[in-house]
T-cell receptor, first 112, second 115 residues
């Protein structure tokens, strides 16, 4: 079973920031938080990952709380092409060979 | 820098036939993961392979499914005697190694339809 909890859906206005929450209250010290998205049944696309520090790349920012029990993915300026299912995944690299366990994700719809 | 390649992109088989799905990892990647996405369901891990070795096949159905990743050539997911329930999208991902923080990159998938 997935170790994360995400809202099933959210809407976002084009041009605004999209803040996607994720709860992972049982995360352990050696587990990373990964975010992927899947646009209309295409292959999942890697977005960003982090361990305990906040991370930023050209696609998004990842904010991880100090206790690591939750995180937020921020898409700074959402576009229509950001409409997708977003998956927050806690990834263990020591007891499961790094395989990804996908949950149901959050369906994000960006509207004009 | 080519990404993960999968072929065919679409595959139609009749019940009882064999399906072979191929995955070429990104350059420099020697680890391959296969995932399956049934209609209206989430992605599920199937198998993890390194070159010439199956490391974790805990997600593979016990019968009819097999996977390989030979020293030369792509990784192959093979489904024998397909049934309608095998209709799904099959994705592979590759990485350099499952060390801390190493990232898996996905291919576009193969959509298998069993008639």
């Amino acid at each position: 079973d997935a170790k994360t909890t995400q809202p099933p859906s959210m809407d976002c206005a084009e041009g605004r920031a999209a803040n996607l929450p994720c709860n992972h209250s049982t995360i352990s010290g050696n587990e990373y938080v990964y975010w992927y998205r899947q646009i209309h049944s295409q292959g999942p696309q890697y977005i960003i990952h982090g361990l305990k520090n906040n991370e930023t790349n050209e696609m998004a920012s990842l904010i991880i709380t100090e206790d690591r029990k939750s995180s937020t993915l921020i898409l700074p300026h959402a576009t229509l092409r950001d409409t997708a299912v977003y998956y927050c995944i806690v990834r263990s690299l020591t007891d499961s060979w790094g395989k990804l366990q996908f949950g149901a994700g959050t369906q994000v719809v960006v509207t004009p | 820098n080519a990404g993960v390649m999968q072929n065919p992109r679409h595959l139609v088989r009749r019940r009882g036939q064999e399906a072979r799905l191929r995955c070429s990892p990104m350059k420099g990647h020697s680890h391959v993961y296969w995932y399956r996405q049934l209609p209206e369901e989430g992605l599920k891990f199937m198998v993890y392979l390194q070159k010439e070795n199956i490391i974790d096949e805990s997600g593979m159905p016990k019968e009819r499914f097999s996977a390989e990743f030979p020293k030369e050539g792509p990784s192959i997911l093979r489904i024998q005697q397909v049934v309608r329930g095998d209709s799904a999208a099959y994705f592979c991902a590759s990485s350099r190694a499952p060390t801390w923080g190493d990232t898996q990159y996905f291919g576009p998938g193969t959509r298998l339809t069993v008639l």
